[in-house]
């Protein structure tokens, strides 16, 4: 894929001749530097940007090709996002920040609320479900926002600096959920 961006007189090449295959259950690391289209990749990757020029697929949809209600679909259902800065929703508690992808998805309530109890369960949060995100450390925010992501079980995780908030054993608890 390549990814083009014109700024007035300018032309900026983002992504020029991207070949990527990533197979299922495959991990891979972004790294380079600012600047190297880093962000690019995984805009395009998680749907909320389309290439210029060439194809992506994931789970056998070109992305390139879906108009916005369908890449809304794409983000809804096969892709979970793990933002650096969590963006959980203030007024919502933990457990409403994990089943807002269920809530869009249109599940019934109580389905919602046993697969989100269920899942902060599995990163060690189910003592806080009641609980505002401003009541929680850095690391409790980055887990309820790792269990928002999984909570669909997504075809294809995002996720920036997934532990960056982490102790080392929670890192890698967090790592083998993954």
Same mark, same amino acid.
């Given at each position: ?7 007035? %007189?300018?032309?900026? !090449?983002?992504? $020029? ?8 259950? %495959? ?22 940007? /389309? ?21 809304? !679909? ?12 969590? !963006?959980?929703? =203030?007024?919502?508690?933990? $457990?409403?920040?994990? %089943? ?14 046993? /697969? ?14 009641? !609980? ?29 600096? =997934? ?8 890192? $890698? %608890? ?5």
């Amino acid at each position: 894929i390549e990814r083009v961006f014109h700024l007035g %007189e300018s032309t900026v !090449h983002a992504l $020029a001749n991207v070949n990527l295959r990533i197979a299922p259950g %495959e991990y891979i690391a972004v790294m380079g530097p600012s600047g190297s289209g880093k962000s690019t990749l995984l805009n395009i990757l998680g749907c909320l940007d /389309r290439p210029s020029r060439g194809s992506y697929f994931l789970v056998g949809n070109d992305v390139a090709t879906l108009d916005d209600k369908a890449l809304s !679909h794409m983000r809804k259902t096969r892709i979970g996002f793990v933002f650096q800065s969590f !963006h959980l929703v =203030p007024h919502l508690t933990v $457990a409403e920040n994990v %089943e807002l992808p269920l809530f869009y998805a249109r599940m019934p309530a109580r389905r919602r609320r046993e /697969r989100s109890t269920a899942m902060l369960e599995r990163v060690g949060l189910a003592h806080r479900l009641g !609980h505002l995100p401003t009541q929680l450390s850095g690391g409790e925010c980055q887990r309820t926002a790792i269990a928002r992501a999984l909570i669909n079980e997504p075809s294809l995780v995002l996720a920036d600096e =997934p532990t960056g908030n982490l102790d080392s054993k929670t890192s $890698a %608890e967090i790592m083998q959920l993954l």
